[in-house]
């Protein structure tokens, strides 16, 4: 995996990096989104990639939520965050917990599924773990025709230590289903002592009309949430009764719906 710095060596610095008071506004979007999608509303949430919990700092106030990641590390920040929830080592691709939640929500670390196989994995993962009417909502930075290359700067002072950090994201070749975000990191440890790191995370870029295709293709429903204050979302539907199982093959299918409706 790309990025390991962040998610290993350097994920205790996560709550310096990244705030979770810079996921409210989007949590609260997707709270609406999820309350309004099923009724009752969905009680149960299965967080894919939740890294250091800063999403589910907010969701768990609506949510009973059950975070799922990769990194030890990184799940360790976050039981510190979120003591409340259930934390679960696992793969996303291919992690299966023999039960199914009301909705899953797979927020940033979609972006670092490279390939339409990896892809496609987190997305029969999803379906796996949703019930029958179910949700599925997935959150990535960017899609191939929302793509903006830039610079950003970020990190925070807490007590005895302080992280600043420069992040340029980059597309070295548009023809292909990648871009790079390089960070470049200053941490400042307790006497003041500044060290740099450099982290470089090659992360997943498809066309919007992929995604829906992919979605549809292992069994959701799918359509996209768009609104004007934060990323617009890909969201799924799990049917009622779907006797033949998710569709592994991924068929061809044109782009059929562009609205924000719910399917
Ligand atoms: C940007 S961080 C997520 C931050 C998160 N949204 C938050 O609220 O703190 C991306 C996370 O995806 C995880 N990740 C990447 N690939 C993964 C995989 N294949 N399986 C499980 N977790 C993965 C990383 O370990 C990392 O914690």
Redesign the pocket.
Known sequence: ?T?VK???EL?EW?PVF?D?LE?RREAAHIARVLRKATSPAPRTVL???????????HLKAYFAMTL????PR??K??RKLNPECEHIK??????RLGRTFDAVFV???I???TTES?LGA?MLTAYEHCRPGGVALFVPDFVRETFVAGTDLGGSDSPGRRLRFLQWIFDPDPNDNTYWVDFAILLRNQKGEARVAHDR?VLGLFPRAQWLRMLRGVGLKAAVVRNDEVRELFFGRRPLRSPEGPNTSMPLDRERRRATRYP
């Open positions: 995996m990025g962040l998610y290993d994920a996560w990244s979770p996921y967080e894919l990639g939740s890294g250091g919990g800063n999403s589910a700092f799922v990641d990769r990194s990184m799940l920040v976050s696992g793969d996303i691709r291919v992690v927020h940033d670390a972006c670092h599924m990896d987190v995370h």
